[in-house]
């Protein structure tokens, strides 16, 4: 039996993404072989606990998965235990708080509305709700402060540090929050969810490398990999904790299709073409910075070290809360990306001031710095001109003529 419906509705949503441009920071298309592992046999296996310490019979092969999974990841990200387990992100790190923290434990951490994430404290989501959180945020030039992230530290001394970040387009210095955090007595965890795949492609820092005690991190934004997460340590008493918190603490049967996808993904990010690939995203989201300022666009921060780009639209239009607006007339003219919070925000969550952007997408199908110059100067004729119809179907139609120009290529495959 072949249920139409929804394989019309596949084709549907592949013929869009092959159609427009998806800049969603937080998206990436994956390999082949990392969609035949997630389609393949391994969803049928239900494999409650660890190798070799296994719930369940008939786990030799799934046991032999995930030890390849975990050293796959230890090789990648130069670090001596991993849980490869979790199922996203936010579970992920609410694993890593379960295993260093009590209810009640004040941590601290990037504000949501400065470009943190929503298990950074926000009131509304577990971690608000369970733990003290204290936010630190950005300058007036779109910056992290790190001596006013000090003087919180000294002030609140918490039990961790957060660093980590979904809309922070400049690069973390992992070795000052070490500083901070050694001055108060406090552990140190980074999120690095958006750029974990510029860290092990070599661009940006490896906070292990500034001995960081707890990382987490999906893989599916720019390390290119199925839509999960893991955790990862250095210290062998805090990875007990962890694999605690994950199973049997939050979890039951891991999803053992998605970690044989895991350790595809980890393979490929550890080729020469992946390191390439890290190094054209944030020379794309680069030029796409420089030459969206060119055309009057005002940047958080004015500018990018990473893969993704925050739009000021209130210094850029005059006028709050116009994200919304923006984004579905983007979306008209055929150019996929979200609306957004900017620091100091003056509208709401559901209707800000900001639009964000990214790199990874594009650059996995080919995308270079010639056409993000083309895609900055339509991305602004629509920004300026957002009620206009006309403007709209005119850069519709100049998006699909860019994207049918651009041979659309596989990421890197095993």
């Given at each position: 039996m072949t249920d139409e419906i929804i394989f019309e509705l596949i084709k549907e949503e592949e013929k869009r993404q092959n159609t427009t441009l998806n800049m969603i920071a937080s998206?990436?298309?994956?390999?082949?072989?990392?969609?035949?592992?997630?389609?393949?046999?391994?969803?049928?296996k239900y494999a409650e606990g660890y190798p070799n310490k296994r719930y369940y019979q008939g786990n030799i092969v799934v046991d032999k998965i995930e030890i390849e999974a975990i050293n796959r990841a230890k090789e990648l990200f130069n670090c001596k235990y991993v849980n490869v387990q979790p199922n996203s992100g936010s579970p992920a790190n609410m694993a890593a708080y379960f295993a260093i923290l009590e209810t009640g434990d004040t941590i601290l951490a990037m504000d949501l509305n400065n470009g943190g994430h929503l298990t950074h404290g926000c009131p509304v989501n577990f971690s608000g709700k369970l733990y003290n959180f204290v936010s630190y945020g950005v300058d007036e030039t779109g910056l992290l402060n790190y001596d006013e992230i000090k003087k919180l530290a000294i002030k609140h001394k918490p039990k961790l540090i957060v660093c980590g970040f979904t809309a922070y387009p400049r690069e973390v210095?992992?070795?000052?929050?070490?500083?901070?955090a050694d001055i108060v007595g406090a552990k140190t965890m980074a999120d690095i969810s958006h750029i974990a795949g510029l860290i092990a492609g070599g661009v940006h820092k490896n906070p292990f490398d500034s001995n960081f005690d707890i990382v987490t991190t999906t893989t599916h934004k720019t390390l290119r990999?199925?839509?999960?997460?893991?955790?990862?340590?250095?210290?062998?008493?805090?990875?007990k904790k962890i694999d605690k918190a994950v199973f049997p603490g939050l979890q039951g049967g891991p999803h053992m299709h998605t970690?044989?996808?895991k350790a595809i993904c980890f393979k490929e990010a550890q080729t020469e073409e992946f390191?390439?690939?890290?190094?054209?995203?944030?020379?794309?989201?680069?030029?796409?910075?420089?030459?969206?300022?060119?055309?009057?666009?005002?940047?958080?921060?004015?500018?990018?070290?990473?893969?993704?780009?925050?739009?000021?639209?209130?210094?850029?239009c005059g006028k709050i809360g116009l994200g919304k607006s923006v984004a579905i007339a983007l979306e008209k003219a055929g150019i996929i990306l979200n609306y957004n919070t900017i620091p100091n925000e003056k509208s709401t969550p559901f209707k800000p001031s900001g639009l964000r952007?990214?790199?990874?997408f594009l650059t996995t199908q080919g995308f270079s710095e010639i056409e993000m110059e083309i895609i900055a100067k339509l991305i602004s004729k629509v920004i300026l001109n957002y009620e206009d119809e006309d403007t709209l179907f005119q850069i519709k139609e100049e998006t699909e003529k860019l994207m049918k120009k651009i041979k659309l290529i596989n990421p890197i495959t095993a």
């Open positions: 998206e990436n298309q994956v390999s082949e072989n990392i969609l035949k592992a997630q389609g393949s046999c391994l969803q049928n210095d992992f070795e000052k929050f070490k500083e901070i990999g199925p839509r999960s997460a893991i955790i990862m340590t250095n210290d062998e008493q805090l990875s970690i044989a996808a390191k390439n690939y890290s190094k054209q995203i944030v020379k794309n989201a680069k030029v796409l910075a420089e030459e969206l300022m060119e055309n009057k666009i005002e940047l958080v921060s004015n500018g990018t070290d990473n893969h993704l780009i925050l739009i000021d639209l209130e210094k850029t952007l990214g790199t990874a």
